[in-house]
């Protein structure tokens, strides 16, 4: 192994951060080795904090209309070949109900920016899945809002949110959207978002367009800075009917070696191996946990919405990923000595400060 990455590695695990530009190195002269030793390290800090827990959430997909138009999306506005749904309350609230069965105590309620679902609306979808489900968590994710929108759910009762920051790179970010997204609105939302008092997930995807060595490091400092409860990364798959439809797919390696950075910078990270993990490979999701992460979020969608959400191209969703098959998925976590958990799994931060 080269010695500048493992001194690279050793700083990293001995003091939990690296400057920008030695994530830049790290990223830029990476080799098999490098992957190993930080994939290690990760697994060693992963079973300190959470043992062989892996955590499940139960995502909901409530609507595929978005008035956004990022480039990489399958459901951005202008793709007129997008198969449009809204989930209505009841069939949201039957979703929890089968997946409350089935063992899930976190709800992610996910979606495109549909203004059809205003504050009245949501904040009584989550009051009511709280007040049925006393023990669960709501976690959120649709996208940007007003202050006053966050703490209006906040007050619902939603404890987490998920907003993917995208690129720390304002160029970048202007690379992936069209002029009316602005960087500083979103990294506003972040901050309103931890304000409020949720458990914060921010997050992006690896080989976007654009995504270089030096925009990746950019990431890296970001959420070292941050400190995010969770992280949501997961690779860039190209959608056919998006601007990004011909760009190339981003790597497995990459994804999980970034997966393993983080765990070793963020030790109490809530980490998913993500469904576009699963999609580019077979055993991705595992692959994942073994890289660091310890959070799985099958589909709970109800069957006859789940191709509709369609991200990207090929998005795996009436598989073993399925909440129905949690068999399948305990199974596949126990081949690599984990156990899948009843439990909110709340950020382990949170719990320490006493913030639940
Ligand atoms: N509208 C909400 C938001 O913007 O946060 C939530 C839904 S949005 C579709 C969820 C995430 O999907 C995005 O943050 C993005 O990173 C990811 N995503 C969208 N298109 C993708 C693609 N082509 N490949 C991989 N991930 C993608």
């Known amino acids: 192994m080269q010695k500048q990455q493992r001194y690279l590695i050793e700083k990293l695990k001995k003091e939990n951060r690296l400057s920008e530009a030695e994530y830049e190195e ?3 002269h990476r080799d098999d080795e490098t992957a190993e030793m930080l994939a290690e390290a990760a697994t060693v800090r ?27 999306c399958g459901i951005r506005k202008d793709n007129r070949f997008a198969e449009r749904y809204r989930l209505t309350k009841e069939e949201i609230i039957s979703c929890a109900e089968e997946g409350y069965e089935l063992g899930f105590r976190t709800f992610v309620l996910q979606g495109g920016e ?13 009051s ?13 994710s649709m996208g940007e809002r007003t202050p006053e929108s966050y703490r209006a759910l ?64 950019k990431d890296l400092t970001f959420l070292q800075e941050f400190k995010p409860e969770m992280c949501g990364i997961g690779p860039f798959v190209p959608h056919r009917n998006t601007p990004f439809g011909n760009e190339k797919q981003g790597s497995l390696e990459l994804t999980l070696l970034l ?27 595992e692959k994942g946990i073994m890289a660091g992460a310890n959070v799985l979020m099958p589909n709970l ?17 009436t598989g073993e990923e399925s909440a ?16 899948l958990t009843v439990d909110r799994g709340d950020s382990p931060v949170f719990l320490k400060n006493g913030k639940l």
């Open 259 to 285: 997966l393993s950075v983080i765990r070793v910078m963020l030790p109490e990270v809530l980490l998913p191996a993500t469904t576009a993990l699963g999609t580019i490979h077979p055993q991705g999701r």
């Open 114 to 126: 549909d203004p059809y679902f205003s504050d009245d609306v949501l904040c009584d979808i989550v």
């Open 128 to 140: 009511e899945l709280k007040n049925g489900h006393p023990d669960c968590a709501v976690t959120l």
């Open 46 to 72: 992963r079973k300190k904090i959470f043992g062989d827990a892996v955590y499940m959430r139960g995502l909901i997909e409530i609507s595929s209309i978005c008035k956004n138009n990022c480039y990489y």
């Open 301 to 317: 969608s109800p069957l006859y919405v789940r191709k509709k959400y369609e991200l990207y191209d090929n998005k795996i969703c």
């Open 26 to 28: 790290l990223i830029a």
């Open 154 to 217: 906040f007050d619902a009762g939603a404890e987490r949110y998920l907003l993917r920051h995208e690129t720390a790179d304002a160029r970048h970010y202007a690379m992936l959207h069209p002029a009316e997204m602005s960087f500083e609105n979103r990294m506003n939302c972040l901050k309103e978002l931890r304000e409020t008092g949720y458990q914060v997930g921010c997050g992006f995807m690896v080989g976007s367009p654009g995504q270089t060595p030096a925009t990746l490091a």
């Open 324 to 339: 129905q098959c949690r068999g399948c998925l305990e199974a596949r976590m126990n081949s690599i000595g984990c156990r």
